[in-house]
């Protein structure tokens, strides 16, 4: 009996995780080839739909990443030539993930600079030149990558020798645990900067209110709508993010007590449900992509009456 519910647990939990995988890649590459389409069309595209299709591409390729490495979690490390899977599976995961995290930071950024609303020099300089600033979040983040991929090959070479070298099991998933969280540390930096446009964003929006009353105007103008559609797509990718962050801290301080069993893919399915429900959180938060969206299911839906019309 035990064994039956733990086998139906695990089917499950590998349907949740495949389910959102193929979600992931479906829903990033429709706001990909959105985007570029409109690019094509128009002959050019904005620093915010370059963002969102930069954002797709590189979520595409993270979700690829995690579906190589939950195939290869299903199979026997012992079998595999561990010493380039483990460098190639590392090295992706961590590139495609930081561009994701990135990526979505720098739609944050846009969304506080565009819909805020301060006084003050400094901000209303950066709001002139938001591309700029979006620019050089870049750089930066070019920047954090390289020291992030110094520290990680360090310990992935630990790794790999400790295998070469037969050590136990232990080891090595201490040393993988360790790639985890110095990994998390790394993600933490990007969510910090969202937290931060997150709050200041809500404060503009208190001292718009604020001002609203105190002049007699109506509670719902087009600012208030804007902040709030903006405040609900910030708060949505920050919940998504927390609970990516609290997979990876997981997973690295349980690491030695669950490495591929049952617990370890229910972490890996929170991890995957980020780059996933976040993709359709855009669509729906965007009315370019969410007009796209309709616009295709309801094509889907005449082409399907079109060929039952046709059926036997």
Same mark, same amino acid.
């Given at each position: 009996?035990?064994?039956?519910?733990?086998?139906? %647990?695990? /089917?499950? *939990? !590998? #349907?949740?995780?495949?389910?959102?995988?193929? =979600?992931? @890649?479906?829903?990033?590459?429709?706001?990909?080839?959105?985007?570029?389409?409109?690019?094509?069309?128009?002959?050019?595209?904005?620093?915010?739909?370059?963002?969102?299709?930069?954002?797709?591409?590189?979520?595409?390729?993270?979700?690829?990443?995690?579906?190589?490495?939950?195939?290869?979690?299903?199979?026997?490390?012992?079998?595999?030539?561990?010493?380039?899977?483990?460098?190639?599976?590392?090295?992706?995961?961590?590139?495609?993930?930081?561009?994701?995290?990135?990526?979505?930071?720098?739609?944050?950024?846009?969304?506080?600079?565009?819909?805020?609303?301060?006084?003050?020099?400094?901000?209303?300089?950066?709001?002139?030149?938001?591309?700029?600033?979006?620019?050089?979040? %870049?750089? /930066?983040? *070019? !920047? #954090?990558?390289?020291?992030?991929?110094?520290? =990680?090959? @360090?310990?992935?070479?630990?790794?790999?020798?400790?295998?070469?070298?037969?050590?136990?099991?232990?080891?090595?998933?201490?040393?993988?645990?360790?790639?985890?969280?110095?990994?998390?540390?790394?993600?933490?930096?990007?969510?910090?900067?969202?937290?931060?446009?997150?709050?200041?964003?809500?404060?503009?929006?208190?001292?718009?209110?604020?001002?609203?009353?105190?002049?007699?105007?109506?509670?719902?103008?087009?600012?208030?709508?804007?902040?709030?559609?903006?405040?609900?797509?910030?708060?949505?990718?920050?919940?998504?993010?927390?609970?990516?962050?609290?997979?990876?801290?997981?997973?690295?301080?349980?690491?030695?007590?669950?490495?591929?069993?049952?617990?370890?893919?229910? %972490?890996?399915?929170?991890?995957?449900?980020?780059?996933?429900?976040?993709?359709?959180?855009? @669509?729906?938060?965007?009315?370019?992509?969410?007009?796209?969206?309709?616009?295709?299911?309801?094509?889907?839906?005449?082409?399907?009456?079109?060929?039952?019309?046709?059926?036997?």
């Amino acid at each position: 009996m035990v064994l039956t519910i733990r086998a139906i %647990l695990w /089917v499950a *939990l !590998i #349907i949740i995780i495949s389910l959102e995988l193929i =979600i992931g @890649i479906l829903g990033n590459v429709f706001i990909a080839l959105v985007n570029i389409i409109d690019w094509v069309k128009r002959g050019k595209i904005s620093a915010v739909d370059k963002t969102y299709m930069a954002l797709a591409i590189s979520r595409t390729a993270f979700v690829l990443s995690l579906t190589t490495g939950f195939l290869v979690s299903l199979l026997d490390p012992a079998s595999l030539e561990m010493r380039t899977m483990v460098r190639l599976l590392t090295i992706s995961w961590m590139v495609t993930n930081h561009f994701s995290v990135w990526f979505a930071t720098c739609l944050s950024i846009f969304y506080f600079l565009k819909l805020a609303n301060f006084s003050n020099s400094i901000f209303l300089a950066l709001k002139w030149k938001v591309t700029k600033v979006v620019s050089v979040t %870049l750089v /930066v983040s *070019l !920047i #954090i990558l390289f020291m992030n991929i110094i520290v =990680i090959n @360090i310990f992935t070479e630990r790794l790999q020798v400790n295998i070469l070298q037969n050590c136990s099991t232990s080891n090595n998933l201490k040393v993988y645990g360790l790639f985890l969280f110095i990994s998390t540390v790394f993600t933490l930096i990007p969510f910090t900067v969202s937290l931060t446009m997150f709050l200041l964003l809500i404060f503009s929006l208190w001292r718009h209110l604020k001002n609203m009353r105190h002049s007699a105007t109506g509670s719902r103008d087009v600012s208030t709508v804007a902040h709030i559609k903006g405040l609900q797509t910030v708060v949505t990718f920050l919940l998504l993010y927390t609970a990516f962050v609290i997979s990876l801290l997981s997973q690295s301080l349980n690491i030695n007590i669950q490495h591929t069993n049952l617990f370890s893919h229910f %972490l890996r399915s929170i991890g995957v449900a980020f780059p996933t429900s976040h993709s359709c959180v855009l @669509i729906l938060g965007n009315s370019k992509l969410r007009q796209a969206s309709l616009s295709m299911i309801l094509w889907l839906r005449c082409k399907y009456k079109h060929i039952d019309n046709w059926g036997p």
